[in-house]
């Protein structure tokens, strides 16, 4: 007894290989679950036709019985095969032919961003925070989850699934879904390269200015507070930041703008940036816009001074703060 054929005319015999082992490994859980020795119903496929067929083994099968379990467990076979093997391909069509992008390094680079939207970036979940993995593992059960009971309830009532023709017409929701993430990525790729963009300009300015001072320290305070102190450890009085550089940065950037625009007036040949905090995105913006002139540094005499007398000072509300000369 045929209890369902399921087609994909625009794939490959590997494509068929895989769609087949997401249903046998369906089916099994079925058999397991039911407490089985035999298979009350089995798959072929049919490579010629690019079909596989799903029969049920009579009598030993009991369509009211063993029938809804079945359509349940191929229903989020079929779900886990569109998004593990489709979904890349539904993105890139939505990026081509809504977002009228044609260049292929562009097309992948979107498709990266939207994995990484979907996904995750690539780093293990030790690395990442629980709360997010758990939220991004919860939104793909709820996904899959759609997915699959739109094609639970059309299993049950038809024989044949053609899922090319399902995955087009059928899944209104989930194209919604997919055509908002790539939005998204859109958005943020736009802006990324806007800002690596700028980022390039800055360091052509950086490359274009004359050494004015032979070295620099900059002692990160803590947040957005900087203390700039010349070679010998003085402070540095504050110069007015170049005219151009200045309005760049105040369109473009937030807390780092005052030093990156004071750094690049006073044009110094090396930079060290005594901080406690290095993992800071404002860390690796200034490595970025003044490349192999700037060294951080946590641990030399100067750092554990400062740091230890911050320390001390917290410690110690009612003690004097001596007044310095704080780039906000």
């Given at each position: 007894?045929?209890l369902?054929?399921v087609s994909?005319?625009s794939a490959?015999?590997e494509?068929i290989?895989?769609?087949?082992?997401?249903l046998s490994e369906?089916i099994v859980?079925?058999h397991?679950?039911?407490?089985?020795?035999s298979a009350?119903?089995?798959l072929r496929?049919?490579?010629?036709?690019?079909t596989?067929?799903c029969?049920?083994d009579?009598p030993k099968?009991?369509?009211?019985?063993?029938?809804?379990?079945?359509?349940?467990?191929?229903?989020?076979?079929?779900?886990?095969?569109?998004l593990?093997?489709?979904?890349p391909?539904l993105l890139?069509?939505?990026?081509?032919?809504?977002?009228?992008?044609?260049d292929?390094?562009e097309?992948?680079?979107l498709?990266?961003?939207?994995?990484?939207?979907l996904?995750?970036?690539?780093?293990s979940a030790q690395?990442?925070?629980d709360n997010?993995?758990?939220m991004?593992?919860?939104?793909m059960?709820?996904?899959?989850?759609k997915v699959?009971d739109?094609l639970?309830?059309f299993l049950?009532?038809?024989?044949r699934?053609h899922?090319?023709?399902f995955?087009?017409?059928?899944?209104a929701?989930?194209?919604?879904?997919l055509?908002?993430?790539?939005?998204?990525?859109?958005?943020?790729?736009?802006?990324?390269k806007?800002?690596?963009?700028f980022?390039?300009?800055?360091?052509?300015?950086?490359r274009?200015?004359?050494?004015k001072?032979?070295?620099?320290h900059?002692?990160?305070?803590g947040g957005s507070e900087?203390v700039?102190?010349d070679?010998q450890?003085?402070?540095?009085?504050?110069?007015?930041?170049?005219?151009?550089?200045?309005e760049?940065?105040e369109?473009?950037?937030?807390?780092?703008?005052?030093i990156?625009?004071?750094l690049?007036?006073?044009s110094?040949?090396?930079?060290?940036?005594?901080?406690r905090?290095?993992e800071?995105?404002?860390?690796?913006t200034?490595?970025?816009i003044f490349e192999q002139?700037?060294?951080?540094?946590?641990?030399?005499g100067?750092?554990?001074?400062?740091?230890e007398e911050s320390?001390a000072a917290l410690?110690e509300?009612a003690?004097?703060?001596r007044?310095?000369n704080?780039?906000?």
């Amino acid at each position: 007894m045929e209890l369902f054929t399921v087609s994909l005319h625009s794939a490959s015999h590997e494509a068929i290989d895989r769609l087949h082992r997401y249903l046998s490994e369906a089916i099994v859980d079925v058999h397991s679950a039911a407490d089985t020795n035999s298979a009350a119903a089995f798959l072929r496929p049919d490579y010629a036709g690019m079909t596989i067929l799903c029969q049920a083994d009579l009598p030993k099968f009991q369509l009211a019985q063993d029938g809804p379990p079945i359509y349940r467990q191929a229903a989020a076979a079929c779900a886990r095969y569109i998004l593990g093997e489709l979904e890349p391909m539904l993105l890139k069509a939505i990026i081509r032919k809504q977002f009228h992008y044609e260049d292929a390094a562009e097309i992948e680079a979107l498709s990266t961003y939207c994995h990484n939207i979907l996904y995750g970036t690539g780093i293990s979940a030790q690395q990442e925070e629980d709360n997010a993995v758990e939220m991004r593992h919860s939104d793909m059960e709820r996904r899959l989850g759609k997915v699959a009971d739109e094609l639970e309830q059309f299993l049950s009532g038809n024989t044949r699934l053609h899922l090319d023709g399902f995955v087009s017409f059928r899944l209104a929701a989930y194209w919604q879904e997919l055509k908002d993430v790539v939005a998204y990525a859109v958005d943020e790729y736009v802006m990324d390269k806007q800002y690596q963009e700028f980022i390039s300009l800055l360091k052509y300015f950086v490359r274009m200015q004359e050494v004015k001072l032979p070295i620099v320290h900059v002692l990160h305070v803590g947040g957005s507070e900087f203390v700039l102190y010349d070679q010998q450890f003085q402070l540095l009085d504050t110069v007015p930041a170049d005219r151009i550089v200045a309005e760049m940065l105040e369109s473009e950037m937030n807390m780092e703008d005052m030093i990156v625009s004071t750094l690049i007036t006073v044009s110094p040949q090396q930079i060290v940036i005594h901080t406690r905090q290095p993992e800071l995105p404002v860390m690796r913006t200034l490595e970025t816009i003044f490349e192999q002139r700037v060294r951080l540094c946590c641990t030399c005499g100067q750092c554990s001074l400062h740091f230890e007398e911050s320390d001390a000072a917290l410690a110690e509300p009612a003690a004097e703060t001596r007044i310095r000369n704080v780039i906000p």
